[in-house]
C-alpha cells in the first residue's frame, strides 16, 4: 500500500510525518510519497525525506497515486470531494464536532481514522496524539503570558526592594494544564489550579500548585478520563470561586474542554473586568467557544485593561517538536494497522483501531460518533 502525506494549509507549521519516521515506513516496506515542501516549516526539506526512502511528488499525484492518505487537520470539503471513492484518511478531524465531514466521508464510502478518538488507555498513550500536543500548548500558553505581562513571573528580593512573584491560575488539569502549571512553577510564580475532576488533584498539588475545590462536581468513569457536563447548582458555586481567583490572578490559562461539546465558560465578562489591570488570559480552547467570553480564536484583544488571547494552535508554533511527537504518535498507530511486509489489515477487534476509526464501507462505525450523529 501507498501513503501520502499532504502539506498543511499556510496556517500550520507542523508536518504529520518527519523523514524519521518516514524511514521506518520504509523499512515496514510501505512507500510514502510526499507533497513538495510538506516538511519545509517543520524544519524537514525534501532532500530529508528522499533520504529517508520517500518519494517527493506533487499534490496531484499524491492525490492520485496513494491509497492511505495522512494529515494533521480535517480536510476541508473541496479536498474530500478530490478523493478517490474507498481511498483511507487518518488525521485528527474532530468528528464528534465535525458531523458533516462524517457524512461527506460515509459517502464516499471511505475508511477514516481520527485521531483525537484514540481510547485512553495505558496502550493508547503512545499514540495519543491531544496529549502530545496538549504538552506542547501548556508549555507555549505560559511562555506567551510572561513575555506580555508588565510585571516579573519569579519573586526578587534586590536593594530596590521586594516583587512579589505573579500568580497564575489555571482552569483545567488535563495535559496542558498540568504542563501549563509545571512550567509556571519552573518560572517561579505562584500557581492555583481548577478543574471538576477531583482525580487531578493530587497531580495538581504533586507539581506544587494549590487546588482550587468546588465541592459537588459530577464525575463520569465512562467519559474516559474528560470532564463532563455539570449541574446548574455546580456551575453557580464554581463560578463564584473561580471569579474570586481570577480577580488576584496575574495570569489565567484556560484549557476546559469537553469532547463534542462547545468549550464551558467559565470566565464571564464580570469576572474579566475584575481582573487586576495588565492581567493575561490565554485561552487554548477559543476554538470551541472558548472558556472566556471574549475570547476571539487566532485573534488578540484587549478589554476591561486585560490582555486576552485565543489560541487553540500552539502547537504550530513549535512545529520541530511538536511535529515529532505528532508523528510519532501517527507511527505507532500505524504499526497496527500494517504488518512487517507492509500489507494493510484493519482488525477491528483491537479496540484502538475500533475507536480511532469512524466510517467503514458507506456506514459510521464509531459508537460514540453514532450517538451524536443520530440524536
Not at 157 to 169: D, H, K, S, Y
Request: one cysteine or more; proline letters at 4%; a negative charge.
Amino acid at each position: 500500500m501507498l501513503i501520502g502525506l499532504l502539506k498543511e494549509g499556510d496556517s500550520e507549521n507542523r508536518v504529520a510525518l518527519l523523514p524519521e519516521m518516514v524511514s521506518a515506513l520504509s523499512q515496514r516496506k510501505v512507500t510514502v510519497y510526499i507533497e513538495t515542501g510538506a516538511g519545509e516549516s517543520a524544519l524537514a526539506t525534501d532532500a530529508a525525506y528522499k533520504d529517508a526512502g520517500a518519494t517527493i511528488a506533487s499534490r496531484e499525484e499524491v492525490l492520485a497515486k496513494t491509497d492511505f492518505l495522512i494529515g494533521i487537520h480535517p480536510p476541508d470539503k473541496s479536498l474530500v470531494e478530490s478523493f478517490r471513492k474507498e481511498q483511507i484518511w487518518l488525521s485528527q478531524y474532530n468528528p464528534l464536532w465535525n458531523t458533516d465531514l462524517v457524512n461527506q466521508f460515509v459517502s464516499k464510502k471511505m475508511t477514516t481514522f481520527s485521531m483525537d478518538m484514540i481510547p485512553r488507555s495505558t496502550r493508547g498513550q503512545s499514540m495519543d496524539v491531544l496529549s502530545s500536543q496538549a504538552t506542547v500548548a501548556g508549555y507555549k500558553a505560559v511562555l506567551d503570558a510572561a513575555n506580555l505581562l508588565p510585571t516579573f513571573f519569579p519573586m526578587f528580593m534586590t536593594a530596590a526592594g521586594t516583587i512579589r512573584p505573579a500568580t497564575v491560575l489555571v482552569l483545567g488539569a488535563g495535559v496542558a494544564g498540568l504542563q501549563a502549571i509545571a512550567t509556571a512553577k519552573r518560572l517561579g510564580a505562584q500557581v492555583q489550579a481548577f478543574d471538576v475532576r477531583s482525580a487531578v488533584k493530587e497531580e495538581v498539588m504533586s507539581l506544587g500548585a494549590k487546588f482550587v475545590e468546588v465541592e459537588g462536581a459530577k464525575e463520569d468513569a465512562a467519559a474516559g478520563g474528560y470532564a463532563v457536563e455539570q449541574t446548574e447548582e455546580f456551575k453557580q458555586k464554581q463560578q463564584q470561586a473561580i471569579n474570586n481567583h481570577a480577580a488576584k490572578a496575574n495570569v489565567v490559562i484556560c484549557t476546559a474542554q469537553i469532547p463534542g461539546r462547545k468549550a464551558p465558560l467559565l470566565l464571564p465578562e464580570d469576572a474579566v473586568a475584575a481582573m487586576k489591570p495588565g492581567a493575561v488570559i490565554i485561552d487554548l480552547a477559543a476554538s470551541t467557544g472558548g472558556n472566556c467570553a471574549l475570547s476571539q480564536d487566532n485573534e488578540t484583544v484587549v478589554k476591561h485593561g486585560v490582555t486576552i488571547i485565543g489560541q487553540s494552535n500552539y502547537p504550530s508554533l513549535l512545529p520541530a517538536d511538536a511535529s515529532k511527537m505528532f508523528g510519532k504518535n501517527i507511527l505507532n498507530f500505524l504499526e497496527l494497522l500494517f504488518n512487517e511486509e507492509g500489507a494493510f489489515s484493519l482488525n477491528f477487534d483491537d479496540v484502538i483501531i475500533k475507536g480511532t476509526c469512524i466510517t467503514h464501507e458507506g456506514a459510521i462505525i464509531n459508537e460514540r460518533v453514532q450517538a451524536v450523529i443520530h440524536s
